[in-house]
Nanobody
C-alpha cells in the first residue's frame, strides 16, 4: 500500500509553467514501485501523462513529452511533474499514482499507460489555466 498526495495546483495563466509535486510513502521498499501521473479534464476521461521508475526510466503518453517532464527523488520519496507553456486545455485534475514495476515480459509502454496497472492513487490537485 502506497500513500500519495499531490500539491501545486491552482489558477494559472496560459503560457506559464507549473511544477506539481507528489509525496508518497509506504511501509515496504519503494524500489519496485513506479510513479505515474494522469489528468482528467472536465467532462473527459482520465488520461496518462507520464511514469517514472525507481531507476529513473521514464515513459510518456502520446504527445505529452513536448511540454511535460516527470521527475523523481528517491531520497525524498517525491515525484514532480513540470508543465511548460500552459494552455487552457491543460485544465484538469492531476493525479499521481503508484504501480508495481513492470515485469520483464510486459510491454512497458502499454503497461504504464494503463490506469488499471496502478493500485494506489492520490486525491488529485486541480489545475485551472486561464487564457
Amino acid at each position: 500500500q502506497v500513500q500519495l498526495k499531490e500539491s501545486g495546483g491552482g489558477l494559472m495563466q496560459a503560457g506559464g509553467s507549473l511544477m506539481l509535486s507528489c509525496v508518497y510513502s509506504a511501509r515496504t521498499t519503494l524500489s519496485n514501485v513506479a510513479i505515474g501521473w494522469f489528468r482528467q479534464p472536465p467532462g473527459k476521461e482520465r488520461e496518462f501523462i507520464a511514469a517514472i521508475r525507481w531507476i529513473k526510466t521514464t515513459y510518456y503518453g502520446d504527445s505529452m513529452q513536448s511540454r511535460f517532464t516527470i521527475s523523481r527523488d528517491n531520497h525524498k520519496s517525491t515525484s514532480g511533474l513540470q508543465i511548460d507553456n500552459l494552455a487552457p486545455e491543460d485544465t484538469a485534475v492531476y493525479y499521481c499514482a503508484a504501480c508495481p514495476t513492470a515485469s520483464f515480459s510486459d510491454d512497458s509502454d502499454a503497461y504504464y499507460s494503463r490506469q488499471e496497472s496502478y493500485n494506489n492513487w492520490g486525491q488529485g490537485t486541480q489545475v485551472v489555466v486561464s487564457s
